[in-house]
């Protein structure tokens, strides 16, 4: 048996042994990225905490906004910052993504409004010039409602009032908005309360709707009778009641404006409710005209022109309006062939009711018709009269005429009619037309002409007895002198008289045509003034033959 072989010696391994310290440090070493991770999660976590809400806000256009720029103020304190602005995709707005701090978010609720605010001029104010240097940024006027949202509808211009003011707004319909605009004042006993705040087209195209707020306290002035109108620029009027002018302020005249009011005798009437409907009327005596319960329509039938007597002009019963002119006609009798004016009024009998004298009521429940029948019966008619007589405007008088002759109202019509009497214009006109007819039946040609010979023939005479009168004055006594020229001013006198006349005979030759029964009068006077130029001719000849007759008369012999 062999043996195995041997191995070599080899030296004894020594055991490993395990260094405590450098296991220690290189655990520490992860330590530190671990506590930087701890410390950014928290801060991640912190950040998310405490960003704020991101809302959007759409605006026709992006005027004045720029991305991390534009700022978001709220009551002129930074409440978010502007992060982007895009176009739509349709390209009809641009969207405006904006964070807010995290104390802004009980900002938005469902009625809250923003809009870029920026340098304006509208009507009489101007707003925003602080943007001019410090840029333009987003107002936010905070709503009031429970509900919140992230998405808006940005405002193209401020708003009017803000949702922290007190009082109320109401709604207004009128036929046109005149000189309104928004931020017109509204005024109440010619104070300032309120402003326009908004205004659109009716649907049907036929009026405006306004929306007016009226500012607290001012607001419990608004009763449910509470009448509104327009109070804008100046006006003038032209009636039958004279000039008119009429005015509400300064700031009316420059951007227009509304006033209310209401009857005084419903002041203590209670509060109109929030977004009350009224009617917005074009002039305060519009608005305030007393309503009547009970309007009934007559026709009045005038043959004279109506000329200055519009719609609406006042019926008037001796200085008290009872009814106005509510259409006027214009009708042709074929028979007659003649023209009539039929004029339709509005009568409002309780007016009228409360005023009659009782000698006129039968009766506790007299009505309409009997008190109207009865006062017919005593000359009760319809006249028109001149209202103004530098307008020329007529209106419709209401009066009692004695010698009007009988008539009765025919209450079997389905518009019964009113007696009427011509108007005192009228009635002078008639006068004065024939007068000038009669004097256009004068043959005034003729006339001229045979005055003109007379005055030929008395001016020779008076040349002759003038003549005669110098030569007499040289030879008579000085007692003489003075008989002679007392006659001689008396023929001057009648000299005149009678050159006036041709003057006035002149001038009606050029006025009027001929044709007259008062010729034969004329010229029997023509004629004896004739002779009694004949004797003053005769007169004069026998003193020029015998001057010695002014002192001792006439010879016996002669006579």
Request: a neutral charge; proline letters at 5%; glycine letters at 8%.
């Amino acid at each position: 048996m062999t043996d195995s072989p041997q191995l070599p010696d080899f030296p004894e391994v020594p055991d490993a042994i395990v260094d405590r310290r450098h296991l220690r440090s290189s655990q520490l070493i992860w330590i530190i990225p671990i506590v930087a991770a701890i410390i950014g999660i928290s801060l991640a976590v912190k950040s998310y905490m405490s960003r704020g809400p991101v809302i959007t806000i759409t605006f026709k256009s992006g005027e004045g906004l720029e991305s991390g720029k534009t700022k978001i103020k709220y009551k002129d304190v930074q409440i978010g910052l502007v992060k982007s602005i895009v176009i739509a995709k349709d390209r009809s707005h641009v969207v405006v993504t904006a964070e807010l701090n995290k104390e802004a978010e009980g900002l938005l609720a469902e009625d809250t409004r923003f809009w870029v605010v920026r340098a304006r001029i509208s009507g009489g104010s101007v707003s925003g010039l602080g943007t001019l240097m410090g840029g333009s940024y987003i107002g936010v006027d905070a709503g009031t409602s429970s509900g919140q949202r992230y998405d808006f509808k940005g405002l193209e211009r401020p708003p009017v009032i803000s949702m922290d003011v007190p009082g109320r707004q109401f709604v207004l319909h009128t036929k046109d908005i005149g000189s309104l605009d928004i931020s017109s004042p509204l005024f109440f006993r010619r104070m300032q309360v309120g402003e326009v705040v908004a205004y659109e087209l009716d649907k049907d195209g036929n009026g405006v709707t306004l929306k007016v707020f009226v500012r607290s306290p001012y607001d419990r002035h608004v009763k449910a009778n509470t009448m509104f109108w327009h109070a804008s620029g100046i006006d003038i009027s032209f009636d039958a009641n004279g000039v008119k002018v009429n005015t509400e302020s300064m700031a009316s005249i420059l951007l227009g404006g509304i006033s209310f009011q209401s009857p005084e005798e419903n002041l203590e009437s209670p509060p109109a409710g929030a977004n009350s409907i009224f009617t917005l009327f074009a002039s305060k005596e519009e608005a305030m005209k007393r309503p009547d319960t009970v309007v009934e329509t007559y026709l009045l039938v005038f043959k004279e022109s109506v000329r200055g007597l519009p719609i609406g002009a006042p019926v008037d019963l001796r200085g008290v309006t009872v009814g106005e002119v509510s259409k006027i006609n214009l009708e042709l009798d074929p028979q007659r062939k003649q023209f009539s004016m039929p004029v339709e009024i509005q009568f409002f009998p309780e007016r009228l009711k409360a005023r009659y004298r009782k000698k006129f009521q039968q009766s506790k429940g007299m009505s309409s018709r009997e008190l109207l029948g009865a006062l017919v019966e005593h000359g009760f008619r319809a006249q028109l009269r001149s209202g103004n007589l530098l307008t020329g405007q007529l209106y419709v008088a209401l009066d009692f005429f004695p010698k009007a002759p009988p008539a009765k109202i025919d209450w079997s019509k389905s518009l019964p009619e009113l007696p009427t009497m011509a108007g005192s214009m009228e009635q002078f006109q008639t006068t004065l037309m024939q007068i000038v007819q009669k004097f256009e039946k004068m043959p005034l040609e003729e006339l001229a002409v045979d005055a003109h010979k007379m005055i030929q023939n008395l001016d020779l005479t008076l040349k002759s007895a003038d003549k005669l009168i110098k030569n007499v004055d040289a030879a008579i006594v000085p007692e003489a002198r003075s008989m002679i020229l007392d006659v001689r001013k008396s023929l001057e006198d009648v000299r005149k008289t009678l050159d006036e006349a041709r003057k006035t005979l002149g001038e009606a030759k050029q006025t009027l045509s001929s044709d007259a029964p008062l010729q034969l009068d004329l010229r029997e006077t023509l004629r004896e003034m004739g002779r009694a130029a004949q004797s003053l001719r005769v007169l004069g000849d026998y003193l020029e033959r015998n001057p010695e007759a002014l002192i001792r008369g006439k010879k016996e012999d002669e006579r």
